[in-house]
């Protein structure tokens, strides 16, 4: 049993910063690999960036978020800047062990979700 809990949504206009935080819980934080997915409504949920020894981002987001992790606070942040409304969604974490993985069904642990909101 992981439990992770993500904070740091809210509303922000198009071109400002956003940074969202997973906080995990457990000892094992370290050997997890983690990830953001996100979901806006009616589509499907899809990858965003994962880290474990390295960092890896969905293409339409390279330059704008970054992902980084500190394991001493078993946390990891997805820095998000020049933000578009198109990145408006539902932000999820998610763990895994082993190597990241853009994929749903490779994670086994998922938080609750935060909000994003982009305006225009």
């Known amino acids: 049993q992981v439990q992770l809990v993500e904070s740091g949504g809210g509303l922000v206009q198009a071109g400002g910063s956003l940074r969202l935080s997973c906080a995990a819980s457990?000892?094992?934080?370290?050997?997890?690999?983690m990830a953001w997915f996100r979901q806006a409504p009616g589509k499907e949920r899809e990858f965003v960036a994962a880290?474990?020894?390295?960092?890896y981002h969905k293409d339409s987001v390279k330059g704008r978020f970054t992902i980084s992790r500190d394991n001493a606070k078993n946390t990891v942040y997805l820095q998000m800047n020049s933000l578009k409304p198109e990145d408006t969604a539902v932000y999820y974490c998610?763990?895994?062990?082993?190597?990241?993985?853009?994929?749903?069904?490779?994670?086994?642990?998922w938080g609750q979700g935060t909000q994003v909101t982009v305006s225009s």
């Open positions: 880290i474990s020894r390295v960092t």
């Open positions: 457990g000892s094992s934080f370290s050997s997890y690999a």
């Open positions: 998610a763990a895994r062990a082993g190597m990241i993985s853009g994929s749903v069904a490779e994670y086994r642990y």
